[in-house]
């Protein structure tokens, strides 16, 4: 009995220390996000912010991670600093200790005080992991420094992270990130140690040179797309320089945290190399195994796969009259396709048709079509009084996230049977297509 009972008091703890390993921290409460941090040093410890908070001010929310393994999990928390100087770092990690940051946005609204010397806002000495973190910097100030530690090599990880208006320095490794202007080589942070950059799969675009200082070393992985060759990245490691990447602003696209949105045209798309593409983006979609996107967006991810969501939007004929247009939108969780078609009859009478077909293969399509008749607009109000009436059946092959094509059989006279090809003239915003 007493050996029971003491396996059960051990059990009792057991369980008590793995739920004091797990801290939350309300929403802008600074100084438990500091004692939490420092608790890090007695066990591993899990922070999780509150979900979509707001905590100001790095001196005020800052912390130096002395010692022992910490999780920061921002949960879609913003970290803002709005203080008159850019002196004060938000994260210190020193020598021993290690740090992994998700889902977090940093932003630096600090201005450079004159004479002073700004300081980085993250700085390492020890093990540092930024997973899905965005990053806008003021664009003077130095946001990461990784102090290079002679026989340790970097330690600084980056994967689906996004940079804009930030100077990183040091050693780091970057997989899946996109950086916009920004600068990747500030320089070596230790006297008479030079910094190695390692990029992979990484989307990178400056009006400026990327890499204008030269003071680190940049080793490609392959999979990079830059705006300009800066940085040592050149087609024979397997990147690509193109000069207009036309990306828009940082939003929200889903996932915790902004992100920069490509779409199914852009250089960026299936550029990855397989080996270094992360399982999912910086919104939690999943990426394309085999040539997944660089940058830390992946169009088409996930449910945006051309067999899942991706086929939803609108499809035209290029060349012809305005007023034909098919639209296919899937429907519940199941195989329905719904499809409308805009056309005209052959004496030239505009045509609605439209069927909930169902997907029967991986990309092909089969709908019964029908017509809405004898309705009639009702003043001020909608239309009554029509009624469907059967049309015929349509198949459309997918054959790419731009092309499909189109068959139609109709037993009506004025409609008869035929094909054509269809272009995609616009894709579901933030859902977009992989194929």
Do not use: H, K, P, R
């Given at each position: 009995m007493l050996r029971f009972i003491l396996l059960l008091s051990l059990i009792f703890a057991v369980d008590q220390a793995a739920t004091a390993a797990v801290v939350r921290v309300a929403d802008g409460d600074c100084t438990a996000l500091q004692n939490a941090v420092a608790q890090a040093g007695v066990s591993p410890t899990t922070v999780l912010l509150a979900r979509n908070g707001n905590y100001l001010s790095f001196s005020g929310c800052g912390f130096s991670l002395q010692k022992g393994n910490l999780t920061l999990e921002g949960n879609g928390s913003t970290i803002t600093s709005r203080e008159l100087c850019a002196i004060g770092t938000a994260i210190d990690v020193e020598t021993g200790a290690s740090l992994t940051v998700r889902n977090l946005q940093l932003i630096d609204q600090t201005l450079t005080c004159m004479g002073g010397i700004p300081s980085p806002r993250i700085r390492n000495a020890g093990t540092l992991s930024l997973e899905n973190v965005t990053v806008t910097g003021n664009g003077n100030t130095t946001f990461v420094s990784t102090l290079d530690i002679p026989t340790v090599g970097p330690n600084t990880s980056m994967r689906n992270t996004t940079w804009m208006y930030a100077g990183l320095s040091g050693s780091f490794e970057?997989?899946?990130?996109?950086?916009?202007?920004?600068?990747?080589?500030?320089?070596?942070?230790?006297?008479?140690?030079?910094?190695?950059?390692?990029?992979?799969n990484s989307l990178l675009f400056s009006t400026r040179k990327i890499c204008p200082f030269g003071g680190n070393v940049i080793v490609s992985h392959g999979g990079n797309v830059a705006s300009d060759s800066s940085c040592g990245l050149s087609s024979s490691a397997g990147d690509k320089i193109v000069s207009d990447l036309n990306l828009p602003a940082a939003s929200s696209n889903g996932g915790l945290v902004p992100t920069i949105q490509i779409g199914y045209d852009s250089p960026a798309r299936h550029a990855g190399v397989a080996q270094y593409c992360e399982a999912t983006d910086a919104r939690g979609v999943t990426r394309n195994a085999a040539n997944c996107d660089a940058g830390a967006y992946e169009t088409g991810g996930g449910l945006g796969q051309l067999t899942q969501n991706g086929m939803n939007g609108l499809y035209y004929v290029p060349g012809i009259a305005n007023g034909h247009y098919v639209s296919l939108q899937r429907v519940h969780d199941n195989k329905d396709v719904m499809v409308f078609w805009d056309t005209f009859d052959n004496q030239g009478n505009q045509a609605w048709i439209f069927g909930v077909g169902t997907l029967t293969s991986d990309r092909h399509i089969h709908a019964s079509m029908y017509r809405n008749l004898g309705g009639v607009l009702q003043p001020g109000g909608p239309a009554t009084g029509a009624k469907a009436s059967a049309w015929g059946t349509v198949d459309i092959d997918l054959t790419s996230c731009a092309a499909a094509q189109f068959n139609y059989q109709s037993s009506l006279p004025d409609f008869g049977s035929g094909q054509f090809a269809l272009t995609r003239l616009a894709f579901e915003s933030a859902i977009n297509c992989g194929d």
């Open positions: 970057a997989y899946n990130s996109t950086f916009v202007s920004s600068t990747l080589d500030s320089g070596a942070s230790s006297i008479g140690m030079q910094s190695t950059v390692s990029l992979s």
